[in-house]
């Protein structure tokens, strides 16, 4: 349906916190949140770090950008 309406959807995700999950969780909430992004044509980042989230940001700003 986002795919249809045109609309990209664009995941950061702390892989920090789905460390502290039980395998079973965290694989359904990666494919859950890939789901999302990838089959809205957007796309998926995964962080490490609360750090590593500004860079992916910044990568994701140019991403959008050059699909404007």
Do not use: M
């Amino acid at each position: 349906l986002l795919r249809e309406k045109g609309v990209k959807v664009y995941v950061i995700s702390l892989v920090q916190g789905l460390k502290r999950e039980r395998a079973l969780t965290r694989a359904r909430v990666v494919n859950l949140l890939r789901r999302i992004g990838e089959g809205s044509g957007g796309k998926v980042f995964f962080a490490e770090s609360t750090s590593e989230v500004k860079d992916i940001a910044g990568r994701l700003l140019e991403v959008v950008r050059q699909h404007e």
